[in-house]
C-alpha cells in the first residue's frame, strides 16, 4: 500500500456486528464470558480494548512496524520505555530535548538507580564517546524540541547496535509521514500522539511503535500492569486524526516553508531555526531522513529584551499563546517560561534556548493571514 492509502486504510475494518465503515468507541470496562476462561479475545479493558486494538494496528502500519502500543499521554510511553531497564543502567539522551522527558528521566527515574547522561547528539561521536558497559538505551529527539537539531537517526543506529543497547526514537516533531525510524534502524518510535497524530488539538495520548514480538510482548506486559492505557474515546479521536496526517503534514510544510522565510528576511528578526535552511547546521541530514521540514520554527529578535519578546507573544491575534503543537491550528509559545520551564535555566542556557526564544506551531491556515499577524506582532 502506498502512503496516503495507508493513512486512510490502516486498522479499518468493517465492524462485524453492524458493518459500520468507523471502528466503534467500545465504551466498555469489562466483556461477558461464556465460562470461566472462555471469552472472545477480550477480559478487561486496561488489557485489550478493540477500539484501541484497531489503532495500535494503524500506528503500526503507518511507522512501518509491527507492532504498536498506545498510551494515556507521551510521557507514559517514554516512561514504559525507561521501566524496561533495572537499577544500574545507563541511558544516553540528547541534551537538548521535550521538558517533560527531561523532567521525568531526573526526577521519577534517576532516584530508581538509573543513570542518564546528557550528550549534544547532532555529533554522533559525543555518544559514542559516554557508552560503557551498562548502556542499555539511546533516546533521541529528532528534530528537537524547540531548537530544532537533527541527529542522524540511521548513524546512531550503528553505536547502538555495537553497544547492544536499544534505540528509541521521539518522532513527535517529524511525525510518520515525514520521518520512519524503524525503517533506518532504531528499535522504538515513541509518540506524542496529542501533536500532529491526533492534529486537532482534543486529546492527550502517546504511543510506541516496534518490530521485534519479545520487545513488544514486555512493553505490553508493562503497559498493561502500570495501566496508562487511553480511553476507547480518544483512540476513536486519533483514528480519525490519522486519516488526515498527509494532507496535513503538507500543509504544516508549505506554511512553515513560508514563514521561516519571511521571519528570515523581517528586519527585525536576529535569528531562525529551521532545518529547511540550507545553511541549517544539519540541513544535509534533515533531507536524507526527512521527506520535508515541517512546521515548527523557532526565532530570536534582535530587540532582545523580555518585554519585548513578551509584547509579541501576546499580541498576536491568529497564532494562540499555549503550550503544545501539531494542531490544525497556529500557536505560539515561549519555551522557556511554558514547555521547558521544568529545565533548570542554567542547564537550558547552555544548550541554546534562552529566555528569549520564541517557538511556533505553524498551523494549516492561509500563510498569508498568519504573515499578516506575525507582521502586526512583531512591528
Ligand atoms: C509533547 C511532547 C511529549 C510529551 O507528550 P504528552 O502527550 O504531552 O505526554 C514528548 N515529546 C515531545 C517532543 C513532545 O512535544
Redesign the pocket.
Known sequence: MKEATKYIHAGAHPDPSTGAIMTPIYQTSTFVQEAPGKNKGFEYARSQNPTRFALEEALAIIENGKHGLAFS??????DAVIKLLQPGDEVIAGSD??G??YRLFTKVFEKFGIKFIYVDTTNPANIKAVVTANTKLIWL?TP??PLMNITDIAAITTIAKEAKALLCV?N??ASPYLQKPLDLGADIV??????YLGGHSDV???ALVMNDTELRDKLYFIQKSSGAVPGPMDCFLVLRGIKTLHVRMQRHCENGAAIAKWLRNHPKVSKVYWPGFEDHPNHAIAKKQMKDFGGMISFELKDDSAENAKRVLSSTKIFSLAE???GVESLINHPASM?HASIPREERIKNGLTDLLIRLSVGIEDAEDLIADLQQAIG
Open positions: 499521554s507521551g510521557v507514559a510511553a517514554t530535548m521535550y517533560g522527558t529527539e528537537t524540541n521521539d513527535t516533531f515513541m509518540h506524542s500522539v496529542t501533536k492527550i495520548q502517546g503544545s503543537l501539531g514547555t
